[in-house]
């Protein structure tokens, strides 16, 4: 019976032991995990300790079954722990059904928690954007298989490392690490762009990355979350985009400046029409390269009416590179009659007029008028002269040199209409308007203005004798005397047949009486050939009048005629000054 004994008593033993064990291991579980018990099964929870607590007593008690002294005190105890813990069991048996729900709801919260924390990866590892989690080291914890993807890396083969350690370029990850750190100091979101290259693409990707910090349940520890989604399309789109506006505002810019440009050609053709002598002509191509070309300066250049030397006319802009006369010969652009462009570094044909040292762009465009060159417009630049400024130069070139050719047809004709075609003097149309308009200067200057009507006597007779011909010859002769005895500012008109008249503004009574007197005699003394035969000489009466304020031009001329038909009245060849007394006679 010995071994049946000490096998009992082991056995009673190691239950109790076991028994025992139990709070204590469960005591410690809730001490490391620091979990709760909800409160409506605290009853529950001390009934069962106390339910096991009495079951190893029980087995506790049984080890010393075989000592008589204790056997009444054993049955005792014992029938009170088996009291108490029926007792404690049916207690338990209502909770029963609660805690079966409590442990099938636990099962299903933890299925739940499971699915949802697949669903999670699910949505990590499949979604169109970087997932990542990294410690307060900027150690990577966690990637998605997206980021596994885009670098081509394993799901083990980050973790542990840093952004530094395992980016293509090193730099790029210190900027990354930096703006994690950031979001450490802060303790707040971050939304940025960051730049980051791929293994295999010399391209950089851009991300738009919201970084955040949290802290891990388990340890307590800070850390980063991150997710970063690919913007490069979106970047490259907007550079697109950028460049495109760019390229748009630079062709509005240079639609503007052409408009400019045809603004200011559009005037410079506008006042050139308006231009009534060639210096106008020069200050309007002068003002308007100016306002072309403001960052150039220029000249223009006509040559001179004997042909020997050329001379500036007009200037424009800082700096001046040309001598204002030179020989036609000194330039390219006169000898052949071709644009002549002198580049930066002495690159192409090199004009004698330029002035040393010789630097910068040089231009000289010929000018041509009639079919011939006429002189040159010459521009001068810092830089190279584009191929649409050389251009324009040569565009203006050409409308000045039709504007000068229109302007001396303009004056050739104006002249034409002025004159009398047969002794180029002043026609009677101009000597109306212009006396008019001297009588109204008079009267504001307060000083007199002269007139004289002289009539070649007896001239129809001459003409009979020597005929047409040769009388044109006199009248001729006699337009060019008058031209030599008046000064510049008078004015002398052929009125009609052997009539001439002359207009003397500030011209005293005095001064005119000496002044005509001197002209009757020079008429007389004036010897005209027609070849080598000598023709008979003329003699002329002379009529003159000085205005009055407020005298029409009709009045005045008429005592001017007055007189003079009073000279031929009363004997020719004299000199008659205009009395009101004088009959009102037709000439």
Not at 225 to 244: F, K, M
Not at 281 to 295: E, G, I
Not at 445 to 470: A, C, E, M, R
Request: with cysteine.
């Amino acid at each position: 019976m010995e071994p049946i004994y000490w096998n009992c008593i082991i056995a009673h033993g190691i239950t109790a032991f076991s028994y025992f064990g139990i709070p204590i291991v469960i005591g410690v579980f809730f001490a490391k995990t620091k979990a709760t018990i909800p409160s409506k099964f605290w009853l529950a929870f001390f009934l069962s300790g106390g339910f096991v607590l009495f079951c190893g007593f029980h087995h506790f008690l049984a080890i010393f079954e075989s000592h008589i002294a204790v056997s009444l005190l054993h049955l005792a105890v014992l029938d009170s722990m088996a009291f108490i813990s029926l007792c404690a069991l049916l207690c338990l048996m209502p909770t029963a059904y609660q805690i079966v729900q409590a442990i099938a709801k636990s099962q299903e919260n933890t299925r739940e928690l499971q699915r949802s924390q697949q669903m999670q990866r699910l949505f990590l590892d499949h979604g169109p954007f970087l997932a990542y989690i990294k410690d307060e080291q900027s150690r990577i914890l966690y990637y998605n298989q997206e980021l596994q993807s885009r670098f081509l890396v394993d799901s083990q083969e980050w973790l542990g490392k840093t952004d530094s350690e395992f980016l293509p370029d090193p730099e790029e990850g210190r900027q990354v690490m930096e703006n994690d750190q950031v979001v450490l100091k802060t303790l707040r979101p971050l939304k940025l762009i960051e730049e980051v290259k791929i293994p295999g693409n010399e391209q950089p990707c851009y991300w738009l990355s919201f970084k955040f910090p949290f802290s891990d349940g388990a340890t307590g520890a800070c850390r980063i979350g991150g997710i970063s989604i690919d913007i490069t399309e979106s970047i490259e789109a907007q550079r697109s985009l950028t460049d495109l506006n760019r390229q748009l505002e630079e062709k509005t810019l240079k639609l503007e400046a052409k408009k400019q440009e045809l603004i200011y050609l559009s005037d410079m053709a506008d006042m050139l029409y308006c231009c009534e002598s060639k210096d106008e002509v020069y200050q309007v191509v002068a003002l308007t390269c100016s306002k072309l070309f403001p960052n150039m300066s220029g000249c223009i250049y006509i040559i001179a009416n004997s042909k020997n030397y050329v001379q500036m006319n007009s200037f424009w802009g800082d700096k001046r590179t040309s001598k204002e006369i030179f020989s036609a010969c000194d330039c390219w652009a006169l000898r052949r009659g071709k644009s002549n462009l002198l580049l930066p570094h002495n690159s192409g044909l090199i004009c004698n007029h330029l002035i040393e040292p010789v630097s910068g762009t040089h231009l000289c465009v010929p000018l041509f008028g009639q079919g011939e060159v006429i002189g040159i417009l010459h521009i001068y630049a810092l830089e190279v002269i584009s191929q649409e400024d050389q251009q324009i130069t040569e565009i203006i070139a050409r409308t000045l040199g039709i504007a000068l050719n229109n302007l001396s047809i303009k004056q050739r004709l104006a002249y034409d209409n002025l004159r009398d075609g047969m002794t180029q003097l002043f026609n009677q149309g101009y000597l109306q308007s212009i006396t008019e308009q001297r009588l109204a200067e008079a009267e504001r200057s307060g000083q007199p203005i002269s007139v004289i009507f002289l009539d070649i006597d007896n001239f129809k007779s001459y003409n009979s004798h020597y005929g047409h011909l040769t009388a044109n010859i006199v009248l001729q002769g006699l337009a060019q005397l008058l031209l030599k005895s008046i000064r510049s500012f008078d004015i002398a008109c052929r009125w009609g047949g052997e009539e001439f008249v002359i207009v003397m503004p500030n011209m005293t009574l005095e001064n005119l009486r000496k002044r005509v007197e001197q002209l009757r005699i020079d008429v007389k003394q004036m010897q005209v050939k027609d070849g080598d035969r000598i023709l008979e000489g003329i003699t002329a009466s002379f009529g003159i009048a000085v205005s009055e304020p407020g005298i029409t031009v009709k009045d005045f001329l008429n005592r001017a005629n007055q007189a003079m038909l009073e000279a031929k009245r009363t004997g020719k060849n004299r000199v008659m000054e205009y009395v009101n007394t004088y009959p009102i006679i037709n000439s």
